[in-house]
Structures are given as structure tokens and as C-alpha cells.
């Protein structure tokens, strides 16, 4: 029932910035951890940010510089602002909320269903 969608991807030329925003809805009692990950053309998927604990978010080498990601806890909101962006960053990027529905249930992952980034001239 919770769910999880991306939205704020696009064409953008070579430098250019985007935000995707990925906001999260439902039965959400406590929220461990909500990031990013990527799946570019012919690659394997990979982490880009996240905040597995409350000191801040991790990157992966790839965007460090250029990326930022935080997390917005009174809408269950994640965000990752896109800067500088080369060809390379062309992928579909999906976005992941890891959580409890109450103080007693299991935790959980959710997955969205990606938003495209293209990134070419």
C-alpha cells in the first residue's frame, strides 16, 4: 500500500542541473532510510546517494561534487539536486524508502518506478 514515486526527470544539456523529488505516501510509521539509485544503458544499477543513518548522506564516487541529496521527514520526501550533469549521468533513477507501517511490524523496502534523466546535447 505505500507508495513511492519519482518525478522531476528530463532531457538536460551537458552542465545543466536537475532536482528529482521522490515522495513517499501511506501506512509510514518510521523511516529508516530513503535514497537513490541508478540504472544507466548497458550498466549494471548502482547506488548514487543515500542516508542509511542520521549523520548525513553517502555518495558514490561518480557524483561527489556535483550531487546533493536530503530528506524532507514531515512529508516523507527525498530529494537530489543534480548538478553539472555529463552524459554519463543518463539513467533511469529510482528512488527507495526502507521503513516500518508501526512500532511492531518488520521493516520494509519500497521501490519506485524510476524517472528517466537523459543528459545529451
Known amino acids: 500500500q505505500v507508495q513511492v514515486v519519482e518525478s522531476g526527470g528530463g532531457l538536460v544539456q551537458p552542465g545543466g542541473s536537475l532536482r528529482l523529488s521522490c515522495a513517499a505516501s501511506?501506512?509510514?510509521?518510521?523511516?529508516?532510510?530513503m535514497g537513490w539509485q541508478r540504472q544507466a544503458p548497458g550498466k549494471q544499477r548502482e547506488m548514487v546517494a543515500g542516508?542509511?543513518?542520521?549523520?548525513?548522506?553517502q555518495y558514490a564516487d561518480s557524483v561527489k561534487g556535483r550531487f546533493t541529496s536530503w530528506r524532507d521527514n514531515a512529508n516523507n520526501t527525498a530529494y537530489l539536486q543534480m548538478n553539472n550533469l555529463q552524459p554519463n549521468d543518463t539513467a533511469v533513477y529510482y528512488c527507495?524508502?526502507?521503513?516500518?507501517?508501526?512500532?511492531?511490524?518488520?521493516?520494509?523496502?519500497?521501490w519506485g518506478q524510476g524517472t528517466q534523466v537523459t543528459v545529451s546535447s
Open positions: 527507495y524508502i526502507y521503513f516500518k507501517k508501526s512500532v511492531t511490524s518488520a521493516p520494509e523496502l519500497v
Open positions: 501511506g501506512s509510514i510509521f518510521s523511516i529508516f532510510s
Open positions: 542516508a542509511p543513518h542520521a549523520a548525513g548522506s
